[in-house]
C-alpha cells in the first residue's frame, strides 16, 4: 500500500504545484492506484462475468448474495475476488439444466433442493442454487 508525501517530509497548507516528490514514490503509488482499480469491477462488468443482465447483477447485490460498495467516481463496485467467491458458491439454473440436458422447468421440477433465489422466492429474476447442494463432488 503506497503513500505519497511532498519532499522532504509533509507540507502542510502548501499549493500541490509548490511541492516536490519523489518520481520513484509517484510512479509506485499511480501503479498501486491502477492495480485496485483492477480488482474492482463495474456492475455491467460483474453481469458480463456471470452471463447475466445488468438487472439480475443489481438483484443479486440487492438481496446481499453479491456484496458490492459505491465508488465516487465509479458508481457500484465489486471486488473480482467477491464475483470468484459467488461463482464458487452458487451456479444458476440454467447451467446446471444444461449441463443435464434437460430445459431450465425439468431440472427445476425434479430437483430435490430449493433455489436461494430467485422468481417467487425474492425479487432475482433468475433461480441461483448453492453449487454444493446442486452438482456432486468431483
Known amino acids: 500500500n503506497q503513500s505519497l508525501a511532498a519532499w ?13 516528490i519523489d518520481l520513484h514514490a509517484a ?27 445488468p438487472k439480475i ?10 456484496v458490492s460498495v459505491t465508488n465516487g467516481t465509479r458508481g457500484r463496485i465489486v471486488r473480482r475476488e467477491e464475483v ?5 458458491e452458487y451456479v444458476k439454473l440454467a447451467e446446471l439444466a444444461k449441463a443435464c440436458h434437460q430445459s431450465p ?10 433455489p436461494i433465489c430467485g422468481p417467487g422466492v425474492d425479487c432475482v429474476s433468475q433461480y441461483f442454487y448453492r453449487r454444493s447442494e446442486a452438482l456432486p463432488p468431483a
Open 8 to 20: 522532504p517530509g509533509s507540507v502542510r497548507n502548501a499549493a500541490l504545484g509548490t511541492m516536490q
Open 27 to 53: 510512479r509506485l503509488f499511480i501503479a498501486d492506484l491502477r492495480q485496485k482499480g483492477k480488482d474492482s469491477l463495474s456492475m455491467s462488468q460483474v453481469a458480463q462475468i456471470l452471463k447475466v443482465g
Open 57 to 66: 447483477a443489481y438483484q443479486l447485490v440487492k438481496t446481499g448474495l453479491l
Open 84 to 88: 470468484e467467491r459467488f461463482k464458487f
Open 105 to 114: 422447468e425439468a431440472w427445476k421440477n425434479s430437483a430435490q433442493i430449493q
